[in-house]
């Protein structure tokens, strides 16, 4: 085995005779905020949804969610994920409610700092949403936070 030297796709697109043009949401994009804050009115079952935020339509590139929550009790896990929605060609996407993330302990208060890195094309935006599991999601749990993403 020997030292070896090797290029990245992006850095070889960048040095290509001709250069390679790469997408705004690889090379050279702007990253975006968006907010949310929720406060549960009214306690839930397990596997309760709440639609945080709309991003608006594109090819998104979620790089990270970042949340502050209370104590939403023992056991209880968080999953980040998106609703239902509709490509670019027209064509119906279900819903994964724990595309961005699966099972995060929220049993104390701390902040979820979560890496995603997920592109995803949508014609009409896409909500994305959190869902508690393994137990209630109980009344007065709050859930806030911010989405930082890349939009084309």
Known sequence: MSITTENSTEYANQIAD??????????SG?????????????????????????????????????ISHTDHGSSRTLDLGYAA????????????????????????????????????VTRDGLIVTAQINDGTFQANATLNGIIQYVLD
């Open 85 to 120: 929605n509709v490509d670019v060609n027209g064509d119906a996407v279900i819903a994964d409610p724990n595309a961005f993330a699966d099972g995060i302990d929220v049993n104390n208060t701390t902040d979820i700092d979560q890496h995603v890195d997920s592109t995803i």
């Open 18 to 27: 001709p250069v390679v043009k790469q997408a705004p949401s690889v090379l």
């Open 30 to 66: 702007r990253v975006r905020v968006a907010k949310f804050t929720h406060t549960q009115t009214d306690a839930g079952d397990a596997g309760s949804l709440t639609n945080l935020i709309r991003l608006p339509a594109g090819n998104i590139r979620i790089l990270q969610i970042r």
